[in-house]
DNA sequence: CAGTGAGCGAGCTTCCGCTTGACTT
């Protein structure tokens, strides 16, 4: 008998599965989905119900006709794509592919690869839900409009119009990042006193420790040197002591979102960086499956996991655990990402060693035993005053799953009172204590800070809005769009004031810190913010938090057959089409501009906006008789924010610094960084230079410099035939006009003796044999 | 490589969500 055919997503998958199932089945993979809408015309017949038009895509058609091949000799189809409305509507594109009949054809569904699971599937199949299938396409026509009616509009009115895109995820994704600027550049900080007492007493060896109390906070420095007066002589005295016991849970096991934010945090990672490690580790056995909203395990990797923990650290460590989703829109079509061989603690692949492990630790620490705390703490009451110090100390009296971990937190859920507290010496009710000194500091609040990619990954995530799959891919279009940028900012240096007590003496000293430092995150550039004001006013709904959520309850509806999918799109499309046309007819250009002020020189306007090439600040009106002045913005700077004496000092380049050698030295920024400009030649700045300040001394050294350097590099010059024989960093080579030419491996030992006609000869050979480029991909449809 | 900032308006771009693989330096 001709065996099944069973279609599951993903290579890995099929190869375990075919393992399990044996002889009877030939397992294969359909490699996510294999159909999409054209693109003309959207894909979407909108005078016919919004009938969509699919294809099969060039990289698709391969996979589809080795399905088509196997299927033919096989005995029975069997669809066990992802069980989630994408894998469901994955079945149903292969029913048609394949010429299969989705009424009868047999779909299974699984979210663990273990051979219960499987086994139990395969005894229990169903057909294919078309309900479902509906949903899905709902979701992916609503898509397809947003996507491809928004995008034309940008290329309709702004100014900067390359490339440019908005979307449903996309576009909140750059809101997300605009508004959070917008706050800590709104953001006012308010500072307050703290006070902090260090007492001495004895620990249990004997030994006098150091340890400190915290009083209240004052919000003027004339209060609390009022108080800090008034403690002056005082005895300070423990009048109440509480004990308490605390515990600490573990956090359930990875899912794709919370595994990149905690490779983020502990290790630094990008969100591509993890994904692309997670998934060397998946095709090779290593773990389960890395794109996932599920945090539950399999009931073998539950046992798995109370054996090894038993075993290396104790029965007491143990402790079955039960994770539920706390994500309404989760699916949950997969385990948890967990190691599938808990046994193996590492792996050998070096790039892979500290996510592996991570996963390790984290999934272990799930089924662990609660830490137990103690927390004391103690009431200071002074004899001159009113007011009360406490001092807190937490002992960890059993370890439990904090033996193997411990999460990281993002800095703002960190809260003031949660610093890391140490142990305090033994104190007794109504024990006197020494005052070694009290301070006063002033503390400065803080904005929030500014996402990470992982953090910006857990927003929407919150939001409900992306799915697993493309957390990573939605940052690497918003940063290829050049709404956000991902950079370091430095930080300032803020004084700060500390009033202490010492001895009886109040002294004010000063301090400073720095302020502000940001290292590795988003930060929107003036397109985005520009793009995204835009948006907003004409297209709030789509711009709205809670969108994505309001429609996925409508797919919902539809997945449970409660409303057609075309009359939800119905319901959808015709007021937003409205709002396209109106846009398309009534918006302005979005040009972002702001003014600045006025030039205190000829005494116009002075406003920064988007140009055509970027954010810049212009002097001057187009319809002046004179042609306005243009400069660009630094990169660091944004429209938002530049006053007028920035702008005007963006002004003050072109400078020329003198004439050399008969010809002007002026130096500018171009596309490229700083350079100098002298006799039509450009010479580079290097970061230790100015172009604001670089004086003429400074300039011609570098020129001539930069001149020999150049000189060194010419190996030979056909002046007539503009061929130049030149060293570069990877070895010699031609130079054409504005092409390079590599030059033969054989010939690279001899170059100064190469003549015209063996250098014309390499050139005509590299043209009939181009080197090889990476194969664009065809546009499809 | 080192410019530009406006307007012609050809012909192009673009979405989200499933999956990897085969290019080059």
């Known amino acids: 008998m001709a065996k099944n055919l069973l279609i599951v997503e993903s290579p890995a998958k099929a190869r375990t599965i075919e393992k399990i199932l044996g002889e009877d089945f030939e397992v294969r993979s359909c490699y996510g989905h294999i159909r999409d809408l054209e693109k003309e015309d959207m894909g979407i017949d909108l005078k016919n119900k919004y009938k969509p038009r699919y294809f099969v895509p060039d990289e698709k058609q391969k996979v589809v006709r080795e399905l088509k091949t196997i299927a033919k000799k096989s005995g029975e189809v069997w669809l066990a794509t992802d069980e989630d409305r994408e894998g469901e509507a994955i079945s149903w594109h292969l029913c048609e592919v394949l010429g299969l009949d989705p009424n009868t054809t047999k779909r299974i569904v699984f979210h663990e690869i273990t051979k219960p699971a499987i086994q139990s599937a395969v005894q229990h199949p169903r057909t294919v839900d078309m309900n479902l299938v509906n949903a899905q396409q709902a979701r992916r026509i609503l898509d397809r409009i947003v996507g491809f009616e928004l995008s034309p509009v940008l290329w309709r009115k702004m100014s900067m119009k390359n490339n440019l895109s908005a979307g449903r995820v996309q576009s909140v994704a750059v809101r997300i990042i605009a508004e959070r600027e917008r706050e800590i550049n709104a953001f006012a900080a308010v500072s307050t006193f703290r006070i902090e007492a260090l007492f001495t007493a004895k620990d249990i060896s004997g030994k006098n420790v150091v340890f400190s109390a915290e009083g209240r906070k004052f919000s003027r420095e004339a209060d609390a040197e009022e108080f800090l007066k008034s403690c002056t002589n005082a005895k300070f005295a423990v009048t109440d002591i509480q004990v308490r016991p605390g515990k600490k849970s573990p956090a359930a096991p990875f899912t794709t979102s919370t595994l990149q934010q905690e490779a983020s945090r502990k290790l630094g990672y990008s969100v591509s960086r993890t994904m692309v490690l997670a998934q060397k580790l998946y095709e090779s056995g290593q773990i389960t499956y890395m794109r996932t909203d599920s945090v539950s395990l399999s009931e073998t990797a539950m046992e798995?996991?109370?054996?090894?923990?038993?075993?290396?650290?104790?029965?007491?460590?143990?402790?079955?655990?039960?994770?539920?989703?706390?994500?309404?829109?989760?699916?949950?079509?997969?385990?948890?990402?967990?190691?599938?061989?808990?046994?193996?603690?590492?792996?050998?692949?070096?790039?892979?060693?500290?996510?592996?492990?991570?996963?390790?630790?984290?999934?272990?620490?799930?089924?662990?035993?609660?830490?137990?705390?103690?927390?004391?703490?103690?009431?200071?009451?002074?004899?001159?005053?009113?007011?009360?110090?406490?001092?807190?100390?937490?002992?960890?009296?059993?370890?439990?799953?904090?033996?193997?971990?411990?999460?990281?937190?993002?800095?703002?859920?960190?809260?003031?009172?949660?610093?890391?507290?140490?142990?305090?010496?033994?104190?007794?009710?109504?024990?006197?204590?020494?005052?070694?000194?009290?301070?006063?500091?002033?503390?400065?609040?803080?904005?929030?800070?500014?996402?990470?990619?992982?953090?910006?990954?857990?927003?929407?995530?919150?939001?409900?809005?992306?799915?697993?799959?493309?957390?990573?891919?939605?940052?690497?279009?918003?940063?290829?769009?050049?709404?956000?940028?991902?950079?370091?900012?430095?930080?300032?240096?803020?004084?700060?004031?500390?009033?202490?007590?010492?001895?009886?003496?109040?002294?004010?000293?000063?301090?400073?810190?720095?302020?502000?430092?940001?290292?590795?995150?988003?930060?929107?550039?003036?397109?985005?913010?520009?793009?995204?004001?835009?948006?907003?006013?004409?297209?709030?709904?789509?711009?709205?938090?809670?969108?994505?959520?309001?429609?996925?309850?409508?797919?919902?509806?539809?997945?449970?057959?409660?409303?057609?999918?075309?009359?939800?799109?119905?319901?959808?499309?015709?007021?937003?089409?409205?709002?396209?046309?109106?846009?398309?007819?009534?918006?302005?250009?979005?040009?972002?501009?702001?003014?600045?002020?006025?030039?205190?020189?000829?005494?116009?306007?002075?406003?920064?906006?988007?140009?055509?090439?970027?954010?810049?600040?212009?002097?001057?009106?187009?319809?002046?008789?004179?042609?306005?002045?243009?400069?660009?913005?630094?990169?660091?700077?944004?429209?938002?924010?530049?006053?007028?004496?920035?702008?005007?000092?963006?002004?003050?380049?072109?400078?020329?610094?003198?004439?050399?050698?008969?010809?002007?030295?002026?130096?500018?920024?171009?596309?490229?960084?700083?350079?100098?400009?002298?006799?039509?030649?450009?010479?580079?700045?290097?970061?230790?230079?100015?172009?604001?300040?670089?004086?003429?001394?400074?300039?011609?050294?570098?020129?001539?410099?930069?001149r020999v350097a150049k000189e060194q590099r010419t190996i030979k010059v056909f002046e007539k035939e503009k061929i130049q024989l030149l060293r570069g960093p990877y070895g010699p080579y031609i130079k054409q006009g504005l092409r390079n030419y590599k030059i033969p491996k054989e010939k690279q030992e001899h170059v100064e003796g190469l003549e015209l006609n063996e250098i014309k000869a390499i050139i005509e050979d590299v043209k009939a044999n181009p080197p090889k480029r990476v194969p664009r991909k065809k546009k499809s449809s």
């Open 304 to 706: 798995n996991l109370k054996s090894e923990i038993s075993n290396k650290f104790g029965r007491p460590y143990y402790q079955q655990r039960a994770f539920k989703n706390k994500n309404e829109s989760a699916q949950e079509a997969h385990e948890a990402i967990r190691p599938t061989y808990m046994e193996n603690m590492s792996v050998e692949d070096a790039d892979c060693r500290r996510l592996y492990e991570l996963i390790w630790k984290r999934t272990m620490a799930s089924q662990m035993a609660d830490a137990e705390l103690e927390k004391t703490i103690a009431i200071i009451q002074i004899s001159t005053n009113k007011e009360e110090l406490k001092a807190s100390g937490e002992v960890l009296k059993f370890d439990g799953f904090l033996k193997v971990y411990r999460e990281d937190k993002d800095d703002d859920e960190i809260t003031e009172d949660e610093h890391q507290e140490g142990m305090l010496p033994p104190l007794g009710l109504n024990q006197l204590l020494p005052l070694a000194e009290i301070n006063a500091t002033e503390r400065f609040s803080r904005p929030l800070p500014r996402y990470t990619e992982a953090s910006l990954v857990k927003k929407l995530e919150e939001l409900g809005i992306g799915r697993p799959s493309t957390y990573a891919p939605t940052i690497s279009t918003i940063l290829k769009r050049g709404y956000v940028e991902k950079r370091d900012k430095e930080g300032m240096i803020r004084q700060f004031r500390i009033l202490k007590l010492k001895n009886n003496i109040i002294s004010k000293l000063g301090s400073q810190e720095t302020t502000g430092a940001e290292k590795s995150k988003l930060f929107p550039t003036d397109l985005g913010l520009v793009v995204t004001d835009f948006l907003k006013l004409y297209f709030d709904d789509i711009m709205d938090y809670h969108f994505t959520a309001r429609i996925e309850e409508e797919f919902d509806e539809v997945a449970n057959g409660k409303l057609a999918w075309n009359i939800m799109i119905d319901e959808f499309y015709l007021p937003f089409k409205k709002d396209v046309d109106n846009t398309i007819e009534k918006a302005e250009r979005i040009s972002g501009e702001r003014e600045l002020g006025i030039d205190p020189v000829t005494g116009k306007k002075v406003i920064a906006r988007m140009g055509r090439y970027g954010p810049m600040v212009q002097i001057g009106e187009q319809n002046d008789e004179e042609k306005p002045k243009f400069a660009k913005l630094k990169n660091t700077q944004s429209i938002e924010t530049i006053n007028l004496a920035e702008a005007m000092e963006l002004f003050r380049l072109p400078r020329i610094l003198g004439s050399f050698e008969a010809n002007e030295v002026s130096v500018n920024i171009g596309r490229f960084g700083p350079y100098i400009a002298h006799d039509k030649k450009f010479y580079s700045l290097g970061k230790e230079f100015d172009p604001y300040t670089i004086s003429f001394e400074e300039a011609t050294p570098i020129i001539v410099e930069k």
